[in-house]
């Protein structure tokens, strides 16, 4: 099955800095490559997405860039801020199960 | 609407006892999901339902657990004979349609085996 590697496991970042996450997978037939925002105690929640046919999306202050060919693809924050803090998971699905990586703990300090 | 329910919120339970996490998914959503997550763990998968397609039963980490979707809606996981590794929170979540798309997570049942 799909193997997914999320990197780092936590990172630290003064409000205002940028945060990068990272992701690898194992299986080429991939197409779809979500992320999810979870906060502490709360449900994990959609923040932004991206297709096999697209390298890269922006959502004002967040952005993700696929390499289809490395098999990898990242999380970009810009102007990080307190209330970015949370657990980031990555996620990749073909045209079976949605599997995820082990997350990210970003703090973000004030 | 509503979002994903799901019930009990919280369970403990004694090892080697029976239990049913019951989830209830945003009406008109053909996919279900239920997903494990410990301890500072990420999210495993366990089981998939999508329509009237035979359910993926192929992260369910033994014979002792088992989900049905009845009527193509509410759905049951059921852990037989638990164990404390079996302690984490179960999270179940759906989809309008197929896969590729966003899924819609419950709060979970958080399951404490004593």
């Known amino acids: 099955g799909e193997n997914v590697e999320q990197h780092p496991s936590t990172l630290s970042v003064q409000e205002g800095d940028s945060a990068v996450i990272k992701c690898t997978y194992s299986?080429?037939?991939?197409?779809?490559f979500p992320w999810y925002k979870q906060e502490l105690g709360k449900r994990p929640q959609l923040i932004i997405d991206?297709?096999?046919?697209?390298g890269e999306k922006k959502d004002q202050r967040i952005a993700v860039t696929l390499n289809k060919t490395a098999k990898h693809f990242s999380l970009h924050i810009t102007e990080t801020q307190p209330e970015d803090s949370a657990v980031y998971f990555c996620?990749?699905?073909?045209?079976?199960?949605?599997?995820f990586g082990k997350g990210t703990m970003l703090l973000v300090s004030p | 609407g509503a979002g994903v329910s799901q019930s009990p919120s919280n369970k403990v339970t004694e090892k080697g006892k029976d239990v049913e996490l019951r989830c209830d998914p945003i009406?008109?959503?053909?996919?279900l999901y239920w997903y494990r997550q410990s301890l500072g763990q990420g999210l495993e998968f366990l089981i998939y339902?999508?329509?009237?397609?035979?359910?993926?039963k192929s992260g369910l980490p033994s014979d002792r657990f088992s989900a049905e979707r009845t009527g193509g809606s509410v759905s049951t996981l059921t852990i037989q004979r638990t164990q404390q590794e079996d302690s984490a929170v179960y999270l179940c979540?759906?989809?309008?349609?197929?896969?590729?798309?966003?899924?819609?997570f419950g709060e979970g049942s958080r399951l404490t085996v004593l």
């Open positions: 979540a759906s989809s309008p349609n197929f896969v590729s798309g966003e899924l819609f």
């Open positions: 299986d080429s037939a991939s197409n779809y």
């Open positions: 991206i297709r096999s046919n697209v």
């Open positions: 996620a990749v699905s073909g045209y079976s199960t949605l599997t």
């Open positions: 009406s008109g959503h053909t996919a």
């Open positions: 339902f999508q329509g009237n397609s035979a359910p993926d």
